[in-house]
């Protein structure tokens, strides 16, 4: 069994700073990329920045200059600092992470649970 586990989602006002956690645990053998996604109600769900396993990064150009994403691969965490805040950056945010476990040794795509970012004043 692997999961992804977030933490850090909350109120902030407009210009505010957060901090999400996420981690994978399980049986794991091997993570590759993992990433952020947002999801508004009715929409799609949206990439906000990917980090693989060598740490290089890419992100969504509406969030370039604003949020940074990073990991510690001993931990199996991958982190987004988030600055700058605007309302419209209210939705839900999910981690994202390729896993290898060591009962399959197969690719699986893992989401987390989900956290509520809420900019307003």
């Known amino acids: 069994q692997v999961q992804l586990v977030e933490s850090g989602g909350g109120l902030v006002q407009p210009g505010g700073s957060l901090r999400l956690s996420c981690a994978a645990s399980?049986?794991?053998?091997?993570?590759?990329?993992m990433g952020w996604y947002r999801q508004a109600p009715g929409k799609e769900r949206e990439l906000v920045a990917v980090?693989?396993?060598?740490?290089?990064?890419n992100y969504a150009d509406f969030v370039k200059g604003r949020f940074a994403i990073s990991r510690d691969n001993a931990k199996n965490k991958v982190y987004l600092q988030m600055n700058s805040l605007k309302p419209e950056d209210t939705d839900v945010y999910y981690c994202?992470?390729?896993?290898?476990?060591?009962?399959?040794?197969?690719?699986?795509?893992?989401w987390g649970q989900g956290t509520l970012i809420t900019v307003s004043s």
């Open positions: 980090i693989s396993s060598g740490g290089t990064t």
């Open positions: 994202n992470a390729e896993v290898v476990t060591t009962t399959t040794f197969r690719l699986l795509e893992l």
């Open positions: 399980g049986t794991i053998y091997r993570v590759n990329a």
